[in-house]
Each structure stands twice: as structure tokens, then as C-alpha cells.
């Protein structure tokens, strides 16, 4: 069975820092692009960041650009998420996610991933 189990989430100040992670089982990791998304209650689920299947190439939101990090660590079958400048506006329940296509590239499209986490919630005070 496919697991991606996220955490790290929690209750920080604006201006703050939270790093999280997602730990992949049961699928091929390494062969797989990863990203992040995330929802706020009352919005969409948007796209927050992607990294290739190599972690070379990664995207962002513009929301979150020059302030997040995405990375991966294939031998450990993890995924990051590293938050840095939190603001109120980043509140919401973060989702790890994985490409449904073996080697095909990070997406900013949620219906490009056919795998999800159960989400962490993040959530930013002022």
C-alpha cells in the first residue's frame, strides 16, 4: 500500500520558521516528482511547490517564492518542505502528494498526482 505521512505542521508566530516533512512507503519515490499543497478553510487547494524526481528542478508558488524551499532526500524517501518568513496568510493544512506517472515532471496541476498525504495543519498567528 501508498503511504505519505506529513508532519511538522504546528502553531508559529509570524515571521516564523517550520520545516516539513513527508515520508513516502509503498510506492517507487525516487522515481517520482513530488509537491506540496495546501488549503485554507474556505479556498481552494493550491499548489505550493514541486521537485523533480531528482530534486534539480523545483517550482514555486509565487505566493511562497524566496521564502520556502523544497528538497528531497531519495535515500530516505523523504520530501521537505522548509517555511521560512511565515506569515498569516500561509495558514492552512499542508499536503504531501505524488505524481501518478513514473519519471514525469513536476506539475503545478493537483489532478497530475494520483497519491496523497493526510495533511499537517499549519497554522500562523500575528
Known amino acids: 500500500q501508498v503511504q505519505l505521512v506529513e508532519s511538522g505542521g504546528g502553531l508559529v508566530q509570524a515571521g516564523g520558521s517550520l520545516r516539513l516533512s513527508c515520508v513516502a512507503s509503498?510506492?517507487?519515490?525516487?522515481?517520482?516528482?513530488m509537491g506540496w499543497f495546501r488549503q485554507a478553510p474556505g479556498k481552494e487547494r493550491e499548489f505550493v511547490a514541486g521537485i523533480s524526481r531528482t530534486g534539480d528542478s523545483t517550482q514555486y508558488a509565487d505566493s511562497v517564492k524566496g521564502r520556502f524551499t523544497i528538497s528531497r532526500d531519495n535515500a530516505k524517501n523523504t520530501m521537505y518542505l522548509q517555511m521560512n518568513r511565515l506569515n498569516p496568510d500561509d495558514t492552512a493544512a499542508y499536503y504531501c502528494a505524488a505524481r501518478k506517472v513514473l519519471g514525469a515532471q513536476a506539475t503545478p496541476y493537483e489532478d497530475d498526482y494520483g497519491y496523497w498525504g493526510q495533511g499537517t495543519q499549519v497554522t500562523v498567528s500575528s
Open positions: 509503498g510506492l517507487t519515490f525516487s522515481m517520482r516528482s
